[in-house]
């Protein structure tokens, strides 16, 4: 009999199975798909020889993730790759504000009347950066906080609406690069925690960078499960699993599932009938004739690129998605454009490049042209660089990746008690009624992203079990 058997390979799943393979337990991972990988994969989408990411790109939690920098992936190939600027968010008259890795810098891409603002409201956390990062991506109660002390200052700060954090800065420019942040969860500007969002993000940056990894977001997931076969777990592909009947005997079973997948394979019943799933992602990887003409030079350089002319243009797009059950007239986008570091992964002077917007969950319209739109206000001529494009709406990003339920890439919604509180009200997460059975997807905490951390976390909760059986 096994000691443990991990169902689903994503970022979370590989984790899982890695951090028990290195205790010593025997463990299986299975897997759907034929590969590896769930958010954290690199496919050819439009053209041959351009290599996208399906949805993850760029990694600021994974290279500060306690998890992977604990194992030595880059053993296994993973090597991270930084452009100039980690981000840029350019505005309509051709300048941009930055996130660098230089505080200094960011702070005075914002404008006299806000440096000292942000120079205050981030670098007292960056000496204590990476005890915080463990704290608040931990198992909940599972140690006392490292540093205390500034993990309640965190709290205090980033606890209440982004909307409130940002009246310290007086012009949009900070205003808007920080709402941009806090639209990655794609939660509405005024939500519970959503200023530890953007603090977290912002920090990331400062401490360590928004990297890609050379050759694509696969590299991540390879490395994992080379790691894991070097350990001795064994990993099946082409493995779905449809009931508990279908995997071999284990004394515990990890899912990397959503909630709703683990209650219908697992029998559960109605244990997570109130988990909510939160809006869709909307994403085009295009393969481009050459680079971005974007207007700002800042976007030129960086591996991230806001799109959102202000901040109420953007609290306007979360609130259409979140609130109004509808597509944004003016969505605000993400994009990202490996090639800036990585030349490899398009033909010679082509480029690969990546952007999404939000809409409702399940939402069935087109994008496309709206985010076309948005994309040529700050890069006139962009249209005219595209050679292809892969277009991937709600019902496509649930197709490839069954955790997205209606699109949703954070596998439930990043929003009220449930920005902390997943997949339901629990001081123990990641088990589950069945005494055999835990989740590790990033329904659990610290919640999404490709970090590992829920799986570390989970693995945690099913060794500490695991050494109480006989």
Known sequence: MLDAVVVGAGPN?????????RRG?????????????????????????????????AHP?????????????????????????????????????????????????????????YRRLVEPFLPRWDDLVRDFMSLPLSALPRDPVALARFGLVGLPPSSWLTRRFHDERAKTLFA?????????????????????FA????????????????????????????????????????????????????????????????????????????????????????????TAPQARVAGTVQIGADSAEIGAALRAVSREGRAPDRPFLITVQPSV??????????????????????????????????????????????????????????????????GDIATGAASGLQIMLRPKLSLRPYNTPHPAVFICSQATPPGPGVHGMSGHNAAKAVWRRLRQQP
């Open 203 to 294: 920090l990331a940056a400062h401490a360590r960078g928004w990297p890609v990894a050379r050759g694509g977001s696969q590299s991540i997931s390879d490395a994992l499960a080379t790691y894991l076969k070097d350990l001795g777990g064994t990993l099946h592909t082409d493995y779905e699993v449809k009931r508990l009947d279908d995997l071999p005997p284990a004394r515990a079973y990890v899912f990397d599932t959503s909630p709703t997948a683990l209650a219908r394979i697992a029998g559960l019943g109605r244990t997570y009938e109130g988990y909510r799933y939160g809006p869709s992602a909307f994403k085009i990887d295009y393969a481009l004739d050459g680079p971005v003409p974007w």
């Open 180 to 200: 941009g942040l806090v639209a990655h969860v794609m939660a509405p500007l005024d939500g519970l925690a959503t200023g530890a969002v953007g603090l977290v």
């Open 61 to 117: 939690l994974g290279i500060n993730s306690p998890a992977f920098r604990a194992m030595p992936l880059e053993r296994y190939g993973l090597e991270w790759l930084h452009a100039e600027l980690p981000m840029a968010h350019p505005f309509t008259d051709g300048t941009a504000a930055v996130l660098s890795r230089s505080v200094a810098e960011t702070a005075a891409s914002f404008g006299p009347r806000d440096a000292g603002a």
């Open 25 to 57: 337990f025997s463990v299986a991972l299975f897997e759907a798909r034929d590969t590896v990988g769930g958010g954290a994969r690199t496919e050819e989408l439009t053209l041959p020889g351009f290599r996208h990411d399906p949805c993850s790109a």
């Open 341 to 406: 570091v990585d030349p490899g992964r398009a033909p010679a002077g082509k480029q690969v490049f990546w952007a999404y917007g939000h809409v409702p969950n399940g939402w069935t319209g087109d994008l496309t042209d709206a985010m076309e739109r948005q994309l040529e206000r700050f890069a006139p001529g962009f249209r005219d660089r595209v050679l292809a494009r892969a277009v991937a709406g709600p019902r496509e990003l649930a197709a490839r990746n069954a955790n997205y339920v209606g």
């Open 13 to 21: 799943g590989l984790t899982a199975a890695v951090e028990l393979a």
